[in-house]
Each structure stands twice: as structure tokens, then as C-alpha cells.
């Protein structure tokens, strides 16, 4: 099927298609491997018009992150409804899985091209990133150790304990990895939750 255009799309959508397909062609070849010319060609519009949109090459890439975490936290704040811990980061896992493998992707791609940014667009991204990511994942993990289903613990190193579990499946090319969503969430919270000792 092919990808949309700004040329086939209403004006509201302009700045969605853009960063869909921007999105798309950062995960596939990373920063530097783009110009903002070869972006301009592939969503369907001229350099002028996405420099209209994004002030430079940062100003978007930057925009492709804060969207892609924007809808991470939609499915963090949907999920803290579960009624308990175990729930809440089981439906958190899943949801982020059943995203389509280049969307994952963009998670570990602001982990890999950070240093390409400027001093000012890493402090305020690491902010953002915590705030809609790691930030809400800890206050899972600290309501469970308040609520007594699980014991206390440093819960920032836990997060990235978990997350460590789930960074190889946000690679697009690890997607025929995942067998089964069901099957990986449930062998990574088992693991996570309840060790991988036999009983």
C-alpha cells in the first residue's frame, strides 16, 4: 500500500504525515542519515513547506519523539486503571508491543542518536522522557510497593530492570523474535515478577 502524502491529505493532517513518515525514515537510517531534503521528498512536500513546519532537522526529530512518547503515555495512563500492579504493567507491555515494530523503534532510537543533539534538546528531551515514560512506569512500580504487592525496592532501578527486558523487541529487525505478544508478556512479568527459579 502506499505511504500517504501531504498532497492526498487535509491540511490538519499535514504535520501527522510528516512526522509518520519522518518517524519512519529515522528508525530506518538514523540521524545523520537523513537530509532534510531526501524528508521533504519522501512525505511529499518541498523543502520550504517542512521548514515551515520544523525549524531544522533537530526541531523535527525532536517532534517525532515527543509524539511517539505522547502516545506512550496515553497507554501508561489507560493502563494505571488495572486494579493492581501486576495489571497495570502487564496491560503497559502488551499495549506497547501491539504497536507496529517501526513505532517501537522510535522508543530506543532517542537512546541511540541523543548524543547527535544539541546540549539544550537533550536536557529538554530527557525531561520529557521522564516525565511521560520512566517517571509513570516508577510511580507504578512505588503505588505496588505502597500497596504491599511488592516488596520495597529502588523503583528507578527496577523500570529499567523491566525495561531492559523489552529494549530488544523495539528493534524492528527482532519483530519475528516475538513469537507470540501473549506469550513474551507473560515469560517477561513472570520473570520480572516472580524470578525464573523453579518452584
Same mark, same amino acid.
Given at each position: 500500500m502506499d505511504r500517504p502524502t501531504v498532497a492526498a491529505s487535509e491540511p490538519h493532517d499535514v504535520r501527522e504525515t510528516i512526522l509518520q513518515e519522518s518517524g519512519r525514515l529515522f528508525v530506518a537510517r538514523g *540521524? %545523520? =542519515? +537523513? /537530509? !532534510?531534503?531526501? +524528508? /521533504?521528498? /519522501? #512525505? =511529499? #512536500?518541498?523543502? /520550504?513547506? +517542512? *521548514? *515551515? %513546519? *520544523?525549524r531544522d532537522k533537530e526541531d523535527l526529530f525532536m517532534a517525532v519523539l515527543t509524539s511517539n512518547l505522547d502516545r506512550i503515555e496515553q497507554v501508561i495512563t489507560e493502563a494505571r486503571k488495572a486494579p493492581t500492579t501486576r495489571l497495570r504493567i502487564e496491560q503497559m507491555v502488551q499495549a506497547i508491543f501491539q504497536r507496529a515494530p517501526e513505532q517501537r523503534a522510535i522508543i530506543r532510537l532517542a537512546s541511540q542518536e541523543m548524543d547527535q543533539l544539541s546540549e539544550a534538546a537533550r536536557a529538554e528531551f530527557s525531561r520529557i522522557y521522564h516525565e511521560k515514560f520512566i517517571g509513570q512506569i516508577e510511580a507504578i512500580i512505588a503505588e505496588g510497593i505502597q500497596s504491599g504487592e511488592l516488596r520495597p525496592m529502588n523503583t528507578s532501578l527496577a523500570t529499567w530492570l523491566l +525495561? =531492559? !527486558?523489552m529494549y530488544p523487541f523495539f528493534y524492528a529487525a527482532h519483530a519475528g523474535e516475538m513469537t507470540s505478544f501473549d506469550e513474551t508478556t507473560d515469560l517477561m512479568l513472570a520473570i520480572f515478577f516472580d524470578g525464573a527459579a523453579g518452584s
Open positions: *540521524y %545523520h =542519515g +537523513l /537530509a !532534510m531534503r531526501e +524528508l /521533504a521528498e /519522501a #512525505v =511529499g #512536500v518541498s523543502k /520550504a513547506a +517542512l *521548514y *515551515y %513546519h *520544523y +525495561l =531492559g !527486558m
